[in-house]
């Protein structure tokens, strides 16, 4: 083996980011390989790779026996005392039996193994930065679609976009630049296999720590998250400093800071609601931009029945359901909404005896409000 070929073990430990243990190790087995296979020999072999000079030996590896079978792996007593008398049975004589010609065949028939555990180890160090990137955002950059994916390169990897965790609002094109949340890394028999997604909830809270200083330091937390991609979303921020407007920080002077998070997700719209620890104060803030009048909240069903003004009663159902569907999966409650003349005839509104309305549960499931 020459000189180069160890320098090119360097070259590829600085540009693939491998240990050379690493390199060497695949060397040695390779070598081992190619002398078994080119030199029909099945005795245990050592390989000797002087990193200085470049040079290298081979070592057959024998044990020593009273009386030999296979003299490929054994040799006698009285053979190994003639090379060295301190030789005693069980132990272990190596043998130098390079061949004339072996660093050329070497060469040429380790090639492909080397090549197979460099790009092993190239997946391993890919496996291991990119696990630590789960529920976090990347830029990446489209390279390609198909029927069923869209492949997005991250650098080092290309990550696949599955059809339903595109966003339907956008069309996407080779070269473009879209964010995207990694939701899934994978170890598989091709290498990791990373799977990312636009309509994940986590991206919306990414692309908020990123615009938000507040949000990234911790002064402000996001609570809890409600999508629904490319059209609308709400999230409840809070604050422990009572200096701190968490709603208005999400904002930012002039809606620059939310503005961004618009435009990044393609105009879909973002409620900010403060979150209050009190369930008739979150559930009301979650139905912004609706007018509530009032809350009740039934603990033991985790349900609650709000009253709006008659004329604000679509406003806070929202188109399809959905304004009301999202506060539900914001806030965690079952949510029925009334409108002020049917709570006042069913007496319900305004409130005499909280007791009234023990055990009601009758909320707007998703089919309902469709």
Not at 33 to 59: C, H, K, P, T, W
Not at 64 to 78: A, N, Q, T, Y
């Amino acid at each position: 083996m020459s000189s180069e070929l160890l320098d090119a073990l360097i070259v590829l430990e600085k540009e693939k980011g491998i240990s050379r243990e690493v390199l060497i190790e695949a060397m040695e087995a390779a070598l081992i390989s190619a002398y078994r296979r080119n030199f029909n020999q099945a005795q245990n072999v050592r390989i000797d790779l002087n990193l200085e000079s470049g040079s290298m030996r081979v070592f057959a590896r024998k044990e020593v026996v009273d009386e030999v079978f296979d003299p490929r792996l054994e040799i006698s007593l009285e053979e190994a005392q003639k090379i060295n008398p301190n030789y005693s049975v069980e132990d272990v004589v190596e043998l130098e039996v390079t061949p004339k010609n072996f660093g050329r065949i070497a060469a040429q028939t380790a090639k492909q193994v080397v090549t197979q555990r460099v790009r092993e180890a190239e997946r391993g160090i890919i496996y291991s930065e990119f696990i630590d990137r789960e529920e976090d955002i990347m830029t990446g950059i489209v390279q390609r679609l198909d029927s069923k994916f869209i492949y997005v390169s991250l650098g080092k990897i290309e990550a696949i976009l599955p059809a339903n965790e595109q966003m339907p609002n956008e069309r996407y094109k080779p070269h473009d630049r879209i964010k995207v949340f990694i939701t899934k890394v994978e170890k598989t028999t091709k290498g990791p296999q990373i799977f990312v997604s636009r309509t994940h909830p986590g991206l919306l809270k990414r692309l908020f720590e990123i615009e938000v200083p507040e949000i990234y330091d911790g002064t402000v937390e996001i609570k809890s998250v409600a999508r629904e991609a490319g059209d609308r979303s709400k999230i409840s921020v809070h604050s422990d400093n009572p200096e701190v407007d968490p709603v208005g920080s999400c904002v930012g002077p002039k809606g620059t800071r939310v503005q961004a998070v618009v435009n990044e997700l393609k105009g879909e719209k973002i409620d900010i609601v403060k979150w209050s620890d009190d369930p008739v104060v979150f559930v009301a803030n979650a139905l912004s931009p609706s007018k509530v009048l009032d809350v009740i909240v039934n603990e033991g069903e985790k349900a609650t029945m709000v009253v709006v003004p008659d004329y604000q009663l679509s406003l806070a159902i929202g188109k399809r359901g959905q304004n009301a569907r999202l506060a539900a999966k914001l806030t965690g409650w079952k949510i029925d909404i009334k409108p002020e003349t049917e709570a006042r005839e069913l007496g319900i509104y305004p409130r005499e005896n909280d007791a009234l309305l023990e055990g009601y549960v009758d909320d707007y499931s998703d089919d309902d409000l469709e």
